[in-house]
């Protein structure tokens, strides 16, 4: 199984500042399709999770540019600007490609 | 608007059979895959398996002997099956498609 390794672990980050997240896959999230499929989630306490970006670098209907993804083949990042209150709870990485899907452990954005 | 919804027993006996239902309004299951993902308490995510949009399923290698989903097109339904069930499946269990999610049922295995 693919194993998706998200750093770090928790995030403290200050109202407008800047911050991002590292997810490591365990190996090529390239399908033979062409498309790469990672995907980004947040999660706010006691909601159901929501998704920011699919397939690398495209943000999903109604999330704010303050979101951006990059990333190719194991190594993808997220990157969260200007940050609101509404941006804290523990975002998610997680691959498509490979059967079975996984997801990352998951990284906690706390306020500073 | 698309729409998830999971329905199901909240409290299930240990070594009992789970049995929950996904209801989707807004697409069609023939379009699109349809997943279970389940949270235990204070946990973090965990992909269960898939109903494809032709009908195949995939599963999480660590329940494949346990799980089973299957679906009714003509009422818009994915079923999930989990038998066997341990304290440790007590947890959140959601469907989802890509980029919508259900609101989550909670299940406790317990005595």
């Known amino acids: 199984d693919v194993v998706m390794t998200q750093t770090p672990v928790s995030l403290s980050v200050s109202l407008g500042g800047q911050t991002s997240i590292s997810c490591r896959s365990s190996q090529s999230l390239v399908h033979s399709d062409g498309n790469t499929y990672l995907y980004w989630y947040l999660q706010k306490p006691g909601q159901s999770p929501q998704l920011l970006i699919y397939?690398?670098?495209n943000r999903f209907s109604g999330v704010p540019d303050r979101f951006s993804g990059s990333g190719s083949g194991t190594d993808f990042t997220l990157k969260i600007s200007r940050v609101e209150p509404e941006d804290l709870g523990v975002y998610y990485c997680?691959?498509?490609?490979?059967?079975?899907?996984?997801f990352g452990a998951g990284t906690k954005l706390e306020l500073k | 608007q698309v729409q998830l919804k999971e329905s199901g027993p909240g409290l299930v006996q240990p070594s009992q059979t789970l049995s929950l239902t996904c209801t989707v309004s807004g697409f069609s299951l023939t379009s699109y895959n349809v997943h279970w993902v389940r949270q235990p308490p204070g946990k973090g995510l965990e992909w269960m398996g898939r109903m494809r949009y032709n009908g195949d399923t995939s599963y999480n290698s660590a329940l494949k002997s346990r799980l089973s989903i299957s679906r009714d097109t003509s009422k818009n339904q994915v079923f999930l099956k989990m038998n066997s069930l341990q304290t440790d499946d007590t947890g959140t269990y959601y469907c989802t498609r890509v980029g919508y999610w259900g609101q989550g049922t909670l299940v406790t295995v317990s005595s």
């Open positions: 397939k690398v670098s």
């Open positions: 997680y691959q498509g490609t490979h059967y079975p899907n996984t």
